[in-house]
């Protein structure tokens, strides 16, 4: 029979390990910590490798299979994207034009709300020098002498410039809030759908304040997605288990009565996390 040798699975000629680079100038983003970097989770298969390796392969058989795990994956994403403030979506601007006789619109951002819309120009109007805005600010800014170099108008009821113009922009917003350019807006999360009401006589821009979904692998190194994702995994694993008395070689009995209350605990604190970290909501303010 034939002499069997040991075979070294490292190469022999294996690259030396290179020291990281420095920044380059305009160039921020360059890794600096090597072992961060060699550990980071970058895919889905590296993924499900950690969320079975976390619930104790391969010392023990995990009877969970991947297609398994990709289902709860995508529960806890859609988690973070849905309650996790700030961290699962983040605040975004988004500039949208309005077209006469169109009330639904298509978007093709991922969005998870859209809070506020602003048109850009008061009235929806082009020529700004007939509008209430133009009238109500003219005679105050004129008399205020601020053209000539004065820090002072000569006839601020307010006592000097900026508490005059404070109290006209303050004017400015009650007529805004009577008289302005106002829409109904309501966003479907579902159907990816705005709808605005009513539909505007002219072309109209807007600035739009949304929460966007942040993208799906930024979050796979957070500690806590990894740690709540492992939790929903243990559980419908152990809740699997419980059907049945296993019996381990060598005398034990596997409790999963026990293992099951233990991803349940870990579950219960992630979420408890994510609503201490998480602002207090927002709510549609449109106008």
């Not at 829409?183 to 999360?189: G, H, L, Q, S």
């Amino acid at each position: 029979m034939p002499e069997k040798h040991f075979q070294d699975p490292v190469p022999q000629n294996r690259p030396a390990p290179q020291p990281i680079p420095d920044p380059q100038p305009g160039n921020y983003c360059a890794a600096r910590d090597g072992f961060r970097r060699m550990t980071n989770i970058q895919n889905i298969p590296q993924l499900i490798d950690y969320v079975k390796r976390m619930l104790g392969s391969p010392r023990i058989c995990v009877e969970i299979d991947d297609e398994t795990i990709l289902y709860i994956i995508k529960d806890i994403v859609d988690w973070f994207h849905k309650y996790y403030l700030n961290y699962g979506n983040y605040h975004d601007y988004l500039v949208m034009e309005l077209i006469p006789g169109v009330t639904k619109y298509k978007l093709c951002q991922e969005l998870v709300s859209v809070v506020d819309f602003k048109t850009t120009n008061w009235f929806g109007s082009i020529n700004e020098l007939f509008t209430v805005p133009h009238a109500l600010l003219y005679d105050q800014v004129m008399n205020m002498n601020t053209w000539h170099g004065n820090c002072y108008g000569n006839t601020a009821a307010y006592g000097d410039v900026l508490g005059s113009w404070t109290a006209t922009l303050t004017w400015l917003a009650e007529a805004d809030q009577m008289f302005g350019e106002k829409y109904t807006v309501r966003y479907n999360e579902l159907e990816q759908e705005l709808e605005v009401m009513p539909s505007p006589q002219k072309p109209t821009k807007g600035l739009m304040q949304v929460y966007k979904r942040q993208r799906t692998e930024k979050m796979f190194n957070d500690p806590l997605f990894r740690k709540m994702l492992v939790a929903e995994a243990g559980k419908v694993w152990t809740n699997s288990l419980r059907k049945y008395n296993l019996q381990i070689a060598g005398g034990g009995t596997l409790n999963a009565d026990s293992l099951y209350s233990s991803y349940e605990k870990d579950y219960d604190w992630c979420i408890e996390r994510i609503d201490q970290e998480s602002p207090n909501g927002h709510c549609m303010a449109v106008g």
